[in-house]
T-cell receptor, first 116, second 114 residues
């Protein structure tokens, strides 16, 4: 079974600084996708970034980037120039590849606090 | 696009009552997912449909839970009878096989069973 582990229940960062959220996963598959979702207090789940396992290049979306280490099964999220609006719960998620029907497997989340 | 629509946003009911949660996926999406979020178990999949057909219902807790998708634009998740341990946030998400396959989530329904 696929498992996703987020070892940091809580993290905090000063506004304008950089923070990295950790995620590891366990799978025997070679084709899969990884995601980071953000859940603010409104509880809406918002996709932040995705990474295809077959791509060696790390995904980047504006201030958000990932460090994907396939051999180590590690998928960390870096938030640069942190803003107050980045405060939220962040979930790492895994989906098998080969089919678009796959379910998401979520980690337990990391609560990010941004200090002014 | 209106996004995934869920109703109601909040539901408070008494133990033993029937509860029906509703979801309208994004137009054109052909996969629909029901997730449940609790403090104890985190986010977990209950069931998902593709082209209105249930594909994987292994996450449905027990026979008290049932889900239907009578057409491409509507799905229900029903709990009968409800129990206090069913209290959670229930999310519906949809995705499309074309134009990207990310799952887009609705705002969730917060269910409280007293």
């Amino acid at each position: 079974a696929q498992t996703v582990t987020q070892s940091q229940p809580e993290m905090s960062v000063q506004e304008a600084e950089t923070v990295t959220l950790s995620c590891t996963y366990d799978t025997s598959e070679s084709d899969y996708y990884l995601f980071w979702y953000k859940q603010p207090p409104s509880r809406q789940m918002i996709l932040v970034i995705r990474q295809e396992a077959y791509k060696q290049q790390n995904a980047t979306e504006n201030r958000f980037s990932v460090n994907f280490q396939k051999a180590a099964k590690s998928f960390s999220l870096k938030i640069s120039d942190s803003q107050l609006g980045d405060a939220a719960m962040y979930f790492c998620a895994y989906r098998r590849g080969g089919s678009t029907l796959g379910r998401l497997y979520f980690g337990r989340g990391t609560q990010l606090t941004v200090w002014p | 696009d209106a996004g995934v629509i869920q109703s109601p946003r909040h539901e408070v009911t008494e133990m033993g009552q029937e509860v029906t949660l509703r979801c309208k996926p994004i137009s054109g999406h052909n996969s629909l997912f029901w997730y449940r979020q609790t403090m104890m178990r985190g986010l977990e999949l209950l069931i998902y449909f593709n082209n209105n057909v249930p594909i994987d219902d292994s996450g449905m807790p027990e026979d008290r839970f049932s889900a239907k998708m009578p057409n491409a634009s509507f799905s229900t998740l029903k709990i009968q009878p409800s129990e206090p341990r069913d209290s959670a946030v229930y999310f519906c998400a949809s995705s499309s096989e074309t134009g990207g396959d990310e799952q887009y989530f609705g705002p969730g329904t917060r269910l409280t069973v007293t």
